[in-house]
């Protein structure tokens, strides 16, 4: 029959920031995990959405695995980054990352869509997904089209939104 349209997705944003809660939501209920651990290295994970297959490269955000992150920038189609909008103290830590990943050559140029994830919206006093996009300045990336939505890992709110903005961006 058909073959859905593939396209291989980075996950990436600090550890502790629901990267890998977020994708074991998005795959089919049989191959849910049920107890999720920090991610060593990275895990490649495959869901769908009504027009696309994706696979996920899971990468575990510890800072010293950040390093494996930019081994996987030329080969993605587009780029997930999941930002904890309830820690604060570490957004600065996350705008960090996300400045040097828009500043890598692999990256820099490619008009690859990023889609954001606020996660943990479900926390008192986590942050808005416009605070975020404010505090991380997403205004100011010009030659990619990205779009931020707020999302609750735990019970999925959000991330279908997500995930048919990215899909529809890489058609
Ligand atoms: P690394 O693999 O270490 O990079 O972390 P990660 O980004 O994959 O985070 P992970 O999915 O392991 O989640 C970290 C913790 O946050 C777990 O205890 C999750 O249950 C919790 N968590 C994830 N998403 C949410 C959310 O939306 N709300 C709340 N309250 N907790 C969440
Ligand atoms: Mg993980």
């Avoid at 060593?40 to 297959?53: A, D, M, P, Y």
């Avoid at 600065?92 to 820099?108: P, W």
């Avoid at 205004?139 to 048919?164: F, R, V």
Wanted: proline content about 3%; hydrophobic content about 35%.
């Amino acid at each position: 029959g058909l073959k859905k349209k593939e396209a291989n997705v980075l996950v990436v944003g600090l550890d502790n920031s629901g990267k890998t809660t977020i994708i074991n939501h998005l795959k089919p209920e049989e191959t849910k995990s049920h107890d999720i651990v920090p991610t060593i290295g990275f895990n490649v994970e495959k869901f769908q959405t009504k027009s696309l297959q994706f696979t996920a490269f899971d990468m575990s955000g510890q800072g010293r695995y950040r390093n494996l992150w930019e081994h996987y920038y030329k080969s993605c189609n587009g780029i997930i980054f999941v930002i904890d909008s309830s820690d604060k103290l570490r957004i600065v830590v996350a705008k960090d990352e996300l400045d040097t990943l828009l500043d890598h050559v692999d990256i820099r140029s490619r008009p690859i869509p990023i889609l954001f994830f606020a996660n943990k919206m479900d926390i008192r006093d986590a942050l808005s997904s416009v605070k975020c996009s404010t505090m991380m300045r997403l205004e100011q990336i010009m030659n990619k089209p990205w779009h931020i939505c707020a999302t609750n890992a735990l019970t999925g709110e959000g991330l279908t939104e997500g995930t048919d903005w990215l899909a529809d961006q890489l058609k």
